[in-house]
């Protein structure tokens, strides 16, 4: 009996998110498509958002006009 407890390998970082983000998505009832844009603009913001429309200008966001 080894007392070395045995190394698990090591999990694929982009497959656990998009595992995450594929759960999350799962999450949404109600208009998934905009909170999921939503959510992932927040998050490319480069610093703290105190309004929604903040969000409009960052890559993340989808719906940027042109």
Do not use: N, Q
Request: proline letters at 9%.
């Amino acid at each position: 009996m080894s007392s070395v407890i045995p190394a698990r390998p090591a999990a694929d970082p982009f497959g656990v998110l998009a595992r995450f983000r594929r759960d999350f998505y799962a999450s949404l009832y109600t208009r998934e498509d905009a909170l999921f844009e939503l959510t992932d603009a927040l998050l490319c913001a480069e610093g703290p958002v105190k309004a929604l429309v903040e969000l409009s200008p960052t890559p993340g966001h989808a719906r940027i006009l042109a």
